[in-house]
């Protein structure tokens, strides 16, 4: 009798540890089940300031069981595609979704470190974007990126200092030279031009505006044809080296990247600043002051030849190790959406990538230019798209940083550029 109460106690007991067990493990699955699942997602320091004051809340709220965590990188482009390139190099990339420039698409995807997302979108949905910002997102065929705001190169200029001197805004790079020494003579502002001169991809994006203004080409990209060595290339060169070398454009331009350029105007040093659309928006603040005395316009070219309009932008892919691919298929729906960029471009001033938002009387009522910059950005060329695009970059960087700071002579920098980038294609093609 005793016996059968001992075993009665210990069946009590296991059964009250057995419901006890099963409880905390339900309880356990039920929290974690409800936990939100969290995207990492790595950008630029700039970038993720207007994405954190509005977009990030927008879509957190409608999507309760997603969050964003927004990781801030360095401003400069190529120094976050190391980051990124190193995370995947080490094997489980911690980032799900990849914010891309539009020059990285070809390596990512050569690479095998993105997502193939051509079945995901339909090309009926594709076609709201410009086509140039979707090229930019393929790679041998496939789809890997989508466009999340456009980008191009232009001219700013100071609309109320050439009015005020009855000068015509340039069309030619002669003009720009003209005008600018005009202006200086005249004491309206101590600089005429300022570029990105800094040993960086900002430098080559600006290059191959003034390059393709001379009839110039950097590398064919269905040929694999280089034209580094070329006249057209030594006359781009000599235009920039020439804009320091008369005064028109400070010493510094060589150290200078997009922001401190974008200061300069901003500050009211300089008459003319090569940049992307970002600026407006900052220069046409409260406190800025050049508030409403600038215009812009499509880049000059030499005589006989159009303005080069460097394409760049942004957009999301997915990492190919990311453990929430359809949370972040959602997130790059929502982010890419119509309400969603309406949203982020009245707030950020960036450039849709839907070709509908240019001309969106919102939009248009708070950025009078969008229609305007929308054809330029329909006649931007992209740079190279090609796989090896990274190291071809960093050979034109350092050498044509060299031509222009006078560690070596154009000719010779440029022979060198065009011999290292050839021998590169070459062993990419074998
Ligand atoms: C801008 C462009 C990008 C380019 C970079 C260069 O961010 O959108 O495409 O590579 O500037 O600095």
């Given at each position: 009798m005793q016996n059968i109460l001992r075993r009665l106690g210990y069946?009590?007991?296991?059964?009250?540890?057995?419901?006890?067990?099963?409880?905390?493990?339900?309880?356990?699955?039920?929290?974690?089940?409800?936990?939100?699942?969290?995207?990492?997602?790595?950008?630029?320091?700039?970038?993720?300031?207007?994405?954190?004051?509005?977009?990030?809340?927008?879509?957190?709220?409608?999507?309760?069981?997603?969050?964003l965590n927004i990781i801030e990188g360095p401003n400069a482009t190529n120094l976050l595609e190391d980051l990124y390139t190193s995370a995947f190099l080490l094997g489980d990339s911690p980032y799900d979704l990849v914010n891309m420039d539009v020059i990285w698409t070809p390596k990512f995807a050569a690479a095998g470190w993105l997502r193939d997302l051509t079945d995901q979108i339909s090309q009926e949905e594709l076609a709201a974007f410009t086509p140039q910002d979707v090229e930019g997102g393929r790679y041998e065929g496939r789809l890997y990126r989508i466009p999340i705001r456009s980008d191009?190169?232009?001219?700013y200029y100071r609309e109320d200092l050439l009015k005020e001197a009855g000068l015509e805004p340039p069309e030619t790079f002669q003009d720009l030279m003209r005008v600018s020494k005009a202006l200086q003579q005249q004491g309206k502002v101590n600089w005429g031009y300022v570029w990105q001169g800094r040993q960086y991809e900002g430098l080559v994006a600006m290059f191959v505006e003034v390059l393709e203004g001379f009839g110039g080409f950097w590398v064919n990209p269905d040929t694999l044809e280089v034209g580094l060595d070329r006249p057209e290339t030594l006359q781009a060169i000599a235009f920039l080296k020439d804009t320091v070398q008369?005064?028109?454009?400070?010493p510094g331009v060589t150290t200078y990247q997009e922001e401190e350029t974008r200061r300069f105007f901003q500050s009211g040093q300089s008459a003319f600043l090569r940049s992307w659309p970002y600026v407006w928006p900052l220069a046409n603040e409260e406190t800025s002051q050049i508030k409403g005395k600038i215009a812009i316009k499509?880049?000059?070219?030499?005589?006989?030849?159009?303005?080069?309009?460097?394409?760049?932008?942004?957009?999301?892919?997915?990492?190919?190790?990311?453990?929430?691919?359809?949370?972040?298929?959602?997130?790059?729906?929502?982010?890419?959406?119509?309400?969603?960029?309406?949203?982020?471009?009245?707030?950020?001033?960036?450039?849709?990538?839907?070709?509908e938002l240019f001309t969106d009387p919102e939009i248009v009522a708070k950025y009078a230019h969008y229609p305007q910059i929308l054809e330029v950005v329909?006649?931007?060329?992209?740079?190279?798209?090609?796989?090896?695009?990274?190291?071809?970059?960093?050979?034109?960087?350092?050498?044509?940083?060299?031509?222009?700071?006078?560690r070596m002579t154009p000719e010779t920098a440029m022979k060198s550029a065009a011999n290292e980038t050839r021998q590169l294609l070459v062993q990419g093609k074998s």
């Open positions: 069946l009590r007991r296991f059964l009250f540890f057995l419901t006890l067990s099963l409880g905390v493990i339900l309880f356990s699955w039920i929290v974690t089940a409800q936990q939100p699942v969290t995207l990492n997602l790595l950008m630029t320091a700039p970038d993720a300031q207007p994405w954190q004051q509005g977009m990030v809340k927008d879509f957190e709220a409608e999507n309760p069981g997603i969050r191009v190169g232009m001219l008369e005064g028109v454009s400070p499509p880049m000059v070219h030499a005589p006989n030849q159009t303005g080069g309009a460097c394409l760049g932008g942004w957009g999301l892919g997915i990492s190919k190790t990311s453990k929430h691919p359809k949370e972040a298929w959602k997130a790059i729906q929502y982010f890419t959406s119509i309400e969603a960029q309406r949203r982020f471009i009245l707030s950020a001033g960036y450039v849709p990538s839907r070709r329909q006649q931007a060329v992209l740079r190279p798209p090609i796989a090896q695009y990274a190291q071809v970059s960093d050979i034109l960087q350092r050498y044509l940083s060299a031509a222009l700071t006078n």
